[in-house]
């Protein structure tokens, strides 16, 4: 595992979509596993600005979401479809025939998992998987108590996660009680994970997932056991991590070649 300490979420943003360009340039037919919510939003901005002013094409990109409300209409703004193409697909090249978004009206939901399983597998699995953290740990909506070998599927929101979305639904409707996700297992098949953290507010459960013991009651803490896994913090998110220093240390000091090193300064200056 890589932990990155970076200045500000909008640094982190700009890490997080070099690192998709570079893959995407490298393997036009990469398969990118993409998250929702305000954390990745800076690095989508990043990535439509690549296509439109750099020409990163993103034609022959297979992408596959984390997760989706069980009930709720794709066309519904708090949707994650809604979200995934006002941030994201709606300024991009990828054909809509290769974006994969769990469908939370499916009539046979089991069936539904299971194919959206097959699909990744088809696709040739996962070449980067994007995620952010929930207060209590979890990522997807792999809620605390998650199997640590699980599959796509459905899951029930704890409370603080209802609450922590409710900002996405009008006042009087109710936030979602189930929804479809990832596995844990499935994220864990990702060739390389992403993990992005931004704020005080994400401290307790970043301390937790990457310097705690493992285990279901804080899914995100089965990331240590992940082969290649970079986590890109800011100082509020790091604030609680008793080895902040080292993870400082190591990065400056990280055997890379004079190439990628000056790409990453040129980052964070």
Known sequence: MEIIILPDATTGGAYAARMIEKLVRNKPKAVL???TGSTPIPVYQNLIQKHQEENLDFSQVTTFNLDEYLGLDPSHPASYHSFM??????????PQSQIHIPDGLAPDIEAHCAAYEAAIVKAGGIDLQLLGIGGEGHIGFNEPSSSLTSRTRVKTLIPRTREDNK???K????VPHHV?????????EARTILLLAFGDGKAE???RSLEGPLTARIPA??????PKTIVLLDEGSASKLEMKDYYRYVYEHKETTH???REENELLS
Do not use: D, V, W, Y
């Open 167 to 169: 900002r996405f639904f």
């Open 33 to 35: 596993g993409l998250a």
């Open 180 to 188: 479809l996700t990832m596995g844990i297992g499935t994220i864990m």
């Open 85 to 94: 193409r006002e941030h994201l697909f709606s300024k991009l090249n990828i």
């Open 171 to 174: 006042p009087e409707e109710a």
């Open 259 to 261: 190439s990628i090193h």
């Open 221 to 226: 803490s089965i990331l240590q056991m992940h």
């Open 205 to 207: 459960a970043i301390a």
